[in-house]
């Protein structure tokens, strides 16, 4: 059984600004109608998945995700492996010390990288079904990431590049689904980037829409043929139902005004 962890939203808000969705949002979030939300996406999420939890601190509104606590490499052995978070901007460097003090009480090989290197984890850090790990830089983690992290885990990866800010983060336009599937944004990359994607997917890329992305439905959780996504057009549920998938919608408004949705709010472990 797949295993996640989630933070509850109890001291989320949106009170500084790191990225372009949180223009405009600073203190407009319901905290009653987020925490709802919240719950509903760990309900769902715990029917399919075990759910670990870690406490969430005060003053750190953005804890809530994560999935950029850091990245896990549940393959290695004899103990999984853990590299934390290297936050690009100061709001979000304090949660480095929470995460690292949770994976290392949980018996994980905790890594770093070098001193210097941003690295914003599993936002820009995740795995294909084949293996490979694709990272992402342009806005948060640094090119040079990719290299330190396939020394530390000794493994393969390849680099993306993401080129419009609101797509920030990888997880934001790209999400690996089973059998060496993909959901993807292509505007969010290159020209170079779209290419290395149709060389390693080909015809199992799911290209989604301007719309779709806006709607954070690249940023989905996926379990085994089941979807977890915020909300999907007509044309990329029908896409997904083709490829046998079942989707499940669930409203995280009060996090896109964060920059983040459901994808975000977890972290396989
Ligand atoms: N406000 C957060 C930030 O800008 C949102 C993070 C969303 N997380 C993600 N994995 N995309 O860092």
Redesign the pocket.
């Known amino acids: 059984m797949k295993r996640f962890l989630m933070c509850e939203p109890k001291f989320f808000e949106?009170s500084y600004v790191?990225?372009p969705?949180?223009e405009g949002s600073i203190g407009k979030v319901n905290k009653a109608l987020a925490r709802q939300q919240w719950e509903n996406l760990y309900n769902t999420l715990s029917k399919l998945a075990t759910v670990s939890l870690i406490e969430p601190v005060a003053g750190l509104?953005?804890m809530v995700?994560t999935?950029?606590a850091g990245l896990v490499q549940k393959r290695a052995i004899p103990k999984k492996q853990f590299i934390v978070s290297s936050?690009r901007?100061r709001e979000?460097q304090p949660e480095e010390k929470y995460f690292e003090e949770y994976f290392s009480s949980q018996g994980y090989a905790v890594q770093h990288l070098q001193q210097g290197t941003v690295f914003?984890?599993?936002?820009?850090a995740l795995f294909d079904t084949r293996g490979t790990l694709w990272v992402g830089s342009g806005f948060?983690s640094d090119p040079r990431a990719l290299p330190e992290i396939m020394t530390a885990l000794d493994i393969k990866a390849s680099a993306l590049e993401l080129i419009d800010p609101h797509w920030?983060?990888l997880?934001?336009a790209f999400c690996p689904l089973p059998e060496g599937q993909l959901i993807a944004y292509p505007k969010a990359f290159s020209e170079k980037s779209v290419e290395a994607l149709k060389q390693a997917f080909g015809k199992n890329i799911i290209w989604v829409s301007e719309p779709d992305a806006r709607n954070f439905a690249c940023?989905a959780v996926s379990v085994d043929q089941t979807i977890i996504l915020p909300k999907a057009s007509v044309e990329m549920k029908a896409a997904l139902v083709q490829r046998d998938f079942e989707v499940i919608e669930t409203e995280v408004s009060e996090f896109i005004k964060?920059?983040?949705?459901c994808?975000?709010l977890t972290l396989e472990i």
């Open positions: 949106v790191i990225n969705w949180m509104p953005d995700f999935a950029n936050f901007y979000r914003e984890g599993a936002g820009d948060r920030y983060h997880d934001t940023n964060a920059g983040g949705a994808k975000c």
